[in-house]
């Protein structure tokens, strides 16, 4: 197991990105986790998140010379990532997102940021996989405006679940973008590393979640990982 995950699972619980309990999704599963990118709202935790993006995008996939993040949630990660990337590497490293609607004035291009080339290796960070339609649509845009390929995807949390038609949501990404896609840690690496440990001098992750959370993969998690 890669050494920051043990430091990326205390920092989601420290922001409380990740939480425990009962939570109603919007594929109406109700799930005892959740991870919630939003509650990465300040510089600080903007540019540590980055920092682990760019350690996972180190060890996976390196040698990146350019960061995708499709909107919304995408862009400030990879604004983040590519800082960090630069900071790490001694190398420049650019960064572009997508526009929702294209703009009828001024520039009206589809991509903001640094227009990537066929020489680039571009990685797409992004907070959580779902059924990964955001981001299979997203790699279809840029290779139909730009000409180029990505090198893979990091996303923050792998929830490890079956997507609505019964597939590893992660596997079944990978397959359709013909790409790696990578997770900085999944939900149970997180139970693996958290089960009665103490975070700030407190305890959020017990055996009785834990075991709540292997009920719950048992229904509808990825069987195969």
Known sequence: MNSYKFEFAQFLIREQALQFGQFTLKSGRVSPYFFNSARFNTGRTLRELGEFYARAIADHLPGCTSVFGPAYKGIPLCIATAQALEIFSNQTIGYFFNRKEKKSH????????????????????????????????????????????????????????????????LLSLEERVGVPVRALINIREVCELLTDVEVDSAVVLDVTKREQIETYLRQHGAQDR
């Open 106 to 169: 001024g520039d009206a291009g589809r991509l903001v940021g640094r227009t990537p080339t066929p020489e680039d290796r571009i990685v797409m960070v992004d907070d959580v996989i779902t059924d990964g339609l955001t981001k299979l649509e997203a790699v279809v845009m840029v290779r139909e405006t730009c000409g180029v390929e990505f090198a893979g995807i990091v996303v923050a949390v792998d929830r490890m679940e079956r997507n609505q038609s019964g597939q590893d949501a």
